[in-house]
């Protein structure tokens, strides 16, 4: 770099205010990506803990609907009464310029039951309210499981911009920063010796 940088007063305080821009760039990207990474395991706590909730309440459901359909019969007819998913909604919150995603659902839609109650049983209610509350869940889980995702690459992204700034940028103004300070000093001790030889020979005319 040295080659491409002329030894002035100009280019050095240039250079001093890009090091120092790309100081505070490098400060910047590396809380960023502290914050991103915080975020992002508080969400992977919450995918396992939602995927349990999840598992758990599958068993509840297929158990409650194996004993409707013991109780009951196969429930096909009941089950075309399920109206088809149209709750879900989807919009976005930002994290550090992430676009993440919030999964939503109209729990209005969910309230009560779809099907009339005289040919139904408590069994069958409690399999459909399990696989009412899995759909939220499972929504939930999506909405955490992208948005993990999207953290993930913001991260690598950061962390990319960051690393270049402080392994390739930084040192590389440093150095220049050096070589321009070095060349200066190094002219004004020759001006200086000049200056004195001058003021010798004065002298001794």
Known sequence: MSAQVVPTKGNLITTKK????????????????????????????RAAEIQDKIDSTYSRAYLALQK??????????????VPEEDTLALSYRSVMGVEIPIVSIDS????????????????????????VEVKKLTADLAEIENSVYRLADAIKKTQKRANALKNIMIPRFEFA??????????????????LKVIKNQKKDA
């Open 18 to 45: 890009s090091l120092s821009l790309a100081k505070v760039g490098f400060e910047l990207l590396d809380r960023k990506r502290n914050i991103l990474i915080r975020e992002m395991m508080a969400l992977i706590d």
């Open 68 to 81: 409707a359909n013991t109780t009951l019969g196969i429930c096909e007819e009941i089950a075309n009464a």
């Open 108 to 131: 209005d839609k969910d309230a009560g039951l779809p099907y009339g109650l005289v040919n139904s049983n408590s069994m069958l209610d409690e399999a459909y309210l399990r696989f």
């Open 177 to 194: 920063v050096k070589f321009i300070t070095d060349a200066l000093e190094e002219k004004d001790r020759e001006e200086f010796s000049r």
